[in-house]
């Protein structure tokens, strides 16, 4: 069993920049893939950003690459999303997820475990 939290969302105006932390319990960390998505209302949840157990390989969603960064901290249990540029649409609520088996990063089933969300609001 692994628990998510998210944090770090919070209200920033269109170009600015925010740091969303999801943190792991657990010894397991290392095992899992992880992996940003987001939902704003009345829409579909969209894959963001992904990372390999060892954070060697990322993957991100066309709407945000050379914008957002994903990375890990394998000691700390933590994987980060670096948000730069930050665009109005990019608000909605943000979601961690950690997988075990196959690493379709993009694809939300193929996560096991998912945090509560946080909130990101960009003003324009």
């Known amino acids: 069993q692994v628990q998510l939290v998210e944090s770090g969302g919070g209200l920033v105006q269109a170009g600015g920049s925010l740091r969303l932390s999801c943190a792991a319990s657990?010894?397991?960390?290392?095992?899992?893939?992880m992996g940003w998505f987001r939902q704003a209302p009345g829409k579909e949840r969209e894959f963001v950003a992904g990372?390999?157990?060892?954070?060697?390989?990322?993957y991100y969603g066309d709407s945000v690459k050379g914008r957002f960064t994903i990375s890990r901290d394998n000691a700390k249990n933590t994987v980060y999303l670096q948000m730069n540029s930050l665009k109005p649409e990019d608000t909605a609520v943000y979601y961690c997820?950690?997988?075990?088996?196959?690493?379709?990063?993009?694809?939300?089933?193929?996560?096991?475990?998912w945090g509560q969300g946080t909130q990101v609001t960009v003003s324009s």
């Open positions: 997820g950690a997988g075990s088996g196959g690493t379709y990063y993009s694809v939300p089933n193929s996560y096991d475990y």
């Open positions: 657990g010894r397991t960390f290392s095992r899992y893939f």
């Open positions: 990372i390999s157990r060892s954070g060697v390989s990322t």
